[in-house]
């Protein structure tokens, strides 16, 4: 069948990579760096997509769309901005094309189209929108504004992974002003618990709630908070970010507002963003060495029924038999497919579906109808039982519930398992480097310590849990005072 | 108020685009070309997007993500296209900018960072898009292929128009893959009829399903499917548009399957697609000089409700009473919005939701609270009527469904007055310059008699009406025999 997974234990990366081409999830295209997202995929990105549009229309935010192209001298105006995002970018110069005079059939770059002034491809929008901003914020009235945009960005990424870095991928970007500095945190913090609430509660992925230090901050904001996961590999993965931009953005685009008591203000703001990066995280973080394993809440198809029979005459019957189950199931408003397809063996189909992590199968065949069951497959546990087909809606939606359940509980204990507290530098390098996940220790506080610990370790301050503990230590790698712990680790 | 349109009938390009920006759908930005979708904008585009989007998957159909970029050579592989799409497009030549060394704070594009093969921002995706399915499609097992993306697009247009023509615009795209041309052919035809059915029930516009003459044909395509509207000022507009291509594309990239008689053969192509561009015609064909007048069935907003009251004492007894007749709307399935902000007067709220093209406004002060009344006004006749507020939420739903057939009925009764049948050259150029609308009339058959009969009326052929009845006669410029009227009109 071809159909084989490097496993886990051999090849992680390889696995991975595998598994996304295998489950159908995404291919490869001929432009480097680019993915195409497959049906499948998509499928599952819409999923995801809907929940977080339902969010975010819940907490009062509106969708528009700005233009793909940001002018070059946009990028230049936030300072840290530009640092931090006009490098590695996709440069439109030209806006033409003409036949090739001196070879039929080829075009060339007309050399007399060439822009005044670049293009660039957006990274992220917060200079086009800004820049939109100026003009539909005069008073206090036009605040708070509350908008988010479904789009394409393109950063270009060297080494590039199917949905975990890709030169293009989609995302959203919701992007905030408010007439005050405490209203701007408290939207980048709803927004953080809006992230961890669907990432735990749809993707079955528990979260650590927290913020960046200065050195991991988004370019152009005063505080990024983040969600951080843990894959099964031990490494974290940044599942989505929330920034509080201060002024600095009204500043550099010249956003001000009329106050209640008729005086200019600068505009405060927040971004806030997701992306089909949360689909690798989905898959690192559930699957096995047979498939996909995914979440029933955003699964593009729940269930799955394969008949077993020999000739059209049993054929017939499971068939007479699977139309009353499958209508019983949509009705119970689960997602399901009947694949009678006559081109391969029931077997062949089992793997294909746990290869692409369908939560439940269902196999049906004359024994099992003259027994009134059928045989049910949980994805999550391989468990397989007889369970009697009257009822077997409310039989699956139960299951479906549980494997939910089960794979945030999973998830949850793995990943509860994987922090360590270290207090020694020898403890630490030992903690990253065998046995992976979150090291939490105390750290002085500074950027040199911090990035010194990177290079030795390639382990990186993943965040400043919310709420976190204040405990005085010394700093593992400087010995100096240190107010709290933070969480270490080596991150995608 | 500074919210007066300029009527129509002194401009009909300023109403539109005062339209346009007064009615918040959306505003000009930055880069040349390029529109922002105003967040009421673009909640009316996530209304005709997801009711597309249902009927694309009622259909079988997929929806699918391809790169945004499409390499220059795969542009050059198909010869027509080539010729029709690689001219006026967004050029990436490189991948990196750096700080400018002359000037602080400035970015320069990298020279070091040019492209080996320079990259087009897709301006349609059956380059890139052929070019994955040569990977996907082995036997005819894999066929059909029914896949559609929804995506953003440049064509580097040197006229622009908001929502009519723009660089970038949003759109969907369906490209499918068949194992013979009857069966592509009934897909291409399917789909026009879907996007009728669409334009028609949702849009409230009244279409001429028909095929485009072979100068008017997409590049690359056999056969072009048209659906063409009629717009207020008496100009045609195309509404969606969907292609026959042949074995071109499978040629061009080489898609092959192996037949159920075990033979290599080239898959048979489609591609269709509609855009943001249905806005404009949305906007142009049912509003008025007032403002925007929407369908009920996507309109962002169905019914609005606005207080009339002295002091907080009456507000309190309104809201009391509008809370009620609130929930009940809801319950209805009415989208709803109480204006009680105390920022406006009424009068001024009225204008200011008659702009927005609020389909039924609600006005509820204490007499009516007395009397057991409510007051409503429709937006599409202006006519007001006190109704009672017992039953109010059914008495709305009626009268949503009673504007959405009276705009279609209106504007059906408008475009069937505007189809003129013609017999000469004289009795043509006076159809098309005093009286707009569709003129009918009898064609040789020539693209050079098209071509004329353009440079000197600036009217096109429309389409050749489906089903269009045969007829002998005389082609109105050339004298040539004709075996059918064909519809020209001036188009936008």
């Known amino acids: 069948m071809g159909n084989e997974l490097t496993s886990r234990s051999v090849d992680y990366a390889q696995w991975y990579n595998d598994l996304i081409l295998k489950g159908g999830?995404?291919?490869?295209?001929?432009?480097?760096?680019?993915?195409?997202?497959?049906?499948?995929?998509?499928?599952?990105?819409?999923?995801?997509?809907?929940?977080?549009?339902?969010?975010?229309?819940?907490?009062?935010?509106?969708?528009?769309?700005?233009?793909?192209?940001?002018?070059?001298?946009?990028?230049?105006?936030?300072?840290?901005?530009?640092?931090?995002?006009?490098?590695?970018?996709?440069?439109?110069?030209?806006?033409?094309?003409?036949?090739?005079?001196?070879?039929?059939?080829?075009?060339?770059?007309?050399?007399?189209?060439?822009?005044?002034?670049?293009?660039?491809?957006?990274?992220?929008?917060?200079?086009?929108?800004?820049?939109?901003?100026?003009?539909?914020?005069?008073?206090?009235?036009?605040?708070?504004?509350?908008?988010?945009?479904?789009?394409?960005?393109?950063?270009?990424?060297?080494?590039?992974?199917?949905?975990?870095?890709?030169?293009e991928f989609l995302w959203q970007e919701g992007h905030t002003a408010h007439a005050t500095s405490e209203e701007a945190i408290e939207e980048a913090e709803k927004m953080l618990h809006v992230y961890a609430d669907f990432v735990e509660n749809y993707m079955a992925l528990p979260v650590i709630k927290g913020v960046k230090t200065p050195n991991e901050r988004f370019a152009g904001a005063l505080e990024t908070y983040c969600i951080e996961a843990l894959m099964q590999d031990g490494k974290a993965l940044q599942a989505g970010t929330s920034h509080f931009l201060g002024q600095n953005f009204a500043k550099a685009f010249d956003v001000k507002y009329l106050t209640k008591e008729n005086k200019q203000e600068f505009v405060w703001a927040t971004s806030w963003g997701v992306s089909t990066r949360l689909i690798g995280a989905l898959v690192m973080a559930h699957s096995d060495d047979e498939g996909l394993v995914l979440p029933p809440k955003i699964a593009p198809l729940q269930a799955v029924i394969v008949p077993i029979y020999k000739g059209q005459e049993q054929k017939a019957l499971v068939d007479e038999k699977v139309h009353g189950i499958m209508a019983s199931l949509k009705a119970?408003?689960?997602?399901?497919?009947?694949?009678?397809?006559?081109?391969?063996?029931?077997?062949?189909?089992?793997?294909?579906?746990?290869?692409?992590?369908?939560?439940?199968?269902?196999?049906?065949?004359?024994?099992?109808?003259?027994?009134?069951?059928?045989?049910?497959?949980?994805?999550?546990?391989?468990?397989?039982?007889?369970?009697?087909?009257?009822?077997?809606?409310?039989?699956?939606?139960?299951?479906?519930?549980?494997?939910?359940?089960?794979?945030?509980?999973?998830?949850?204990?793995?990943?509860?398992?994987?922090?360590?507290?270290?207090?020694?530098?020898?403890?630490?390098?030992?903690?990253?480097?065998?046995?992976?996940?979150?090291?939490?220790?105390?750290?002085?506080?500074?950027?040199?310590?911090?990035?010194?610990?990177?290079?030795?370790?390639?382990?990186?301050?993943?965040?400043?849990?919310?709420?976190?503990?204040?405990?005085?230590?010394?700093?593992?790698?400087?010995?100096?005072p240190s107010q709290q712990r933070v969480l270490f680790a080596q991150a995608y």
Not at 45 to 63: A, S
């Open 332 to 480: 119970a408003g689960i997602s399901v497919k009947y694949d009678d397809s006559d081109n391969a063996r029931p077997g062949w189909k089992f793997a294909e579906y746990e290869m692409k992590g369908v939560p439940v199968r269902v196999a049906i065949g004359p024994k099992d109808i003259e027994n009134g069951v059928v045989e049910i497959a949980r994805r999550d546990t391989k468990e397989k039982k007889s369970v009697p087909s009257e009822g077997v809606a409310e039989y699956i939606k139960a299951l479906l519930d549980e494997i939910q359940q089960n794979l945030y509980s999973r998830a949850l204990a793995f990943r509860d398992a994987s922090i360590t507290e270290v207090n020694s530098w020898d403890e630490f390098k030992k903690a990253i480097s065998e046995k992976g996940g979150f090291v939490s220790a105390h750290w002085d506080g500074t950027g040199e310590t911090e990035e010194k610990i990177k290079e030795e370790t390639k382990a990186t301050i993943r965040c400043i849990p919310l709420n976190n503990k204040l405990e005085s230590g010394t700093c593992v790698f400087s010995g100096k």
């Open 25 to 167: 999830l995404a291919d490869y295209s001929a432009v480097r760096g680019c993915m195409v997202i497959k049906p499948y995929g998509y499928a599952l990105w819409e999923n995801m997509k809907d929940e977080l549009d339902r969010m975010f229309k819940e907490t009062g935010h509106v969708n528009a769309y700005f233009p793909l192209f940001v002018p070059k001298s946009f990028l230049e105006k936030e300072e840290g901005h530009a640092e931090g995002f006009a490098k590695e970018c996709a440069v439109v110069t030209h806006y033409r094309l003409k036949a090739d005079p001196n070879q039929k059939g080829k075009l060339i770059v007309d050399p007399e189209a060439k822009l005044e002034e670049e293009l660039i491809v957006r990274p992220t929008s917060e200079a086009i929108i800004w820049n939109a901003y100026k003009d539909w914020i005069q008073s206090y009235r036009d605040l708070p504004l509350l908008i988010n945009q479904w789009a394409n960005v393109v950063r270009w990424e060297m080494r590039t992974r199917l949905f975990l870095r890709t030169a």
